[in-house]
């Protein structure tokens, strides 16, 4: 399984949080979900940090079956429409985008 993160690393615009919530929740997961080869869709909203630590505003992350699937949305026209919108979500936002590929495994839980 691969997961592709997109982290917002920065801040929203002090007052405006709400509508860059809303912006992402009504324009852009609607674009986000239909990437092509896409199995789930997570938006993780930053709520706190250690002392230190970066801000993360928000971060996306999209998990893929393999490779190949990423690829292929990485090649789609949603990825273009998405971009076109996150320019626009970047005006309520101050700091940088950067994008990581992982190759995710799960464990389940101990159980006492």
Known sequence: MIIRYALFEG???PGREEEFRDFVKQRLVPLWTQFP???EVR?????????GAPVYAMALA????D???VDTALR???RSESRELTGELLKLFT????HH????????PAVA
């Open 101 to 108: 590929v992982f190759s995710a495994n799960e464990y389940p």
């Open 67 to 69: 490779m190949e699937a």
């Open 11 to 13: 801040e929203i615009h």
């Open 76 to 78: 789609s026209n949603v």
């Open 37 to 39: 080869g896409a199995q």
């Open 95 to 98: 700091g940088k985008v950067h």
């Open 62 to 65: 999209i998990r893929y079956p």
């Open 43 to 51: 938006v993780l909203d930053g709520m706190g940090r250690d002392e």
